[in-house]
């Protein structure tokens, strides 16, 4: 039987995270049944935005596009955007969400746990595949190496993203702090959990001595905060994460969820073009979605195994049997996992 530290962080990564949730005041339940039936071929289809900034900001950005949306399918189209990555999971999983913008380990979870698949995922203008995640200190930081930050533990204030946020958090954890045996959440003197957006601004206006954060995100940032962008610095910088993905229910109507596929993947692309392009430049400078399979998501099951076996090294075990076993079921797991995103 696995013990400590690996379920005691879990623990309070989900107390952490529960404690931030907004009410979803307005949601509504799914329109569609289990059986793919259109029960009423009027009523609002509910779109769930990952929060960019702030909810009503993420709302502003997304409503001309989505307004095109309800005149395409001749349909209501609601839009629901939280200050969380948790409350944005909690509204999928309770069926309040008919599709939803999400980063690539909301979406693994969409599509494993709550009937859900991939339609589309996010291309910008400069043709890059992906963003990078980031750790962030101030330009007058005591901290100017890596070496330095790790060479001092329980020294310094640390702001980084959920549980659930790839480049806040997982890919950090994964990439930087476990590759030199540390667990973030016990390293640094104190842990703040917050957006992007907020992390930065930690930083730059001395509230917190390092951070995580995005190189998407600090575009938008420079853009909205040029003087406290001026006075951050980048300490490190991961690996390519894939971008963003679009979800939609499979207990839609299949003639539903293609009409949405067509719209969202074509969108930017028509007749229209010029306008709808300005319409996307708006969430985040993005120039449309290209079409994609739950196979996109591939990278993200990764990063979760290898999350999963950093907590099974760094666990107590009552025996080497149990420790082997877990590492085995850790091991099957995935393999079914990939197998399953790959339509396999």
Known sequence: MQAGRAGTTRVRHRGWLLGGLLALAGLIPSMAGAAGTDIDPNAPLTFGILPIGGPAESLEAWRPMLDDLHAALGRPVRAVSVATYEGIAQAISEQRVDIAFLSGRLALDAVVGQNMQVIGQLTRGDGSRGYYAVVLTATDSKITSLNQMFSRPGQWRFARGEALSVSGYLVPETQLFAARGVDSD???????????????????????????NNTADLERFQQHFPEQYA?????????????????????????????????????????DGAREEANLKLIHDISGFAPATNA????????????????????????ENAREARFKKIEADHD?????????
């Open 336 to 344: 079914t996992l990939l197998a399953r995103l790959r339509g396999k």
């Open 186 to 212: 016990t390293f640094f003197a104190k842990v703040h959990v917050d957006n992007h957006q907020n992390n930065a601004l930690a930083v730059a206006n001395g509230e917190a001595d390092v951070a995580t």
């Open 296 to 319: 996109c998501l591939v990278p993200f099951a990764d990063i979760e195994y290898s999350l999963e076996k950093r907590r099974a090294t760094t666990a107590q075990w009552v025996s």
């Open 231 to 271: 006075r951050l610095r980048v300490l490190w910088k991961s690996s390519l994460i894939p971008h963003a993905v679009i979800v939609i229910r499979n207990d839609l109507p299949a003639p539903l969820r293609d009409k949405v596929a067509a719209f969202i993947t074509g969108y930017g692309k028509g007749k």
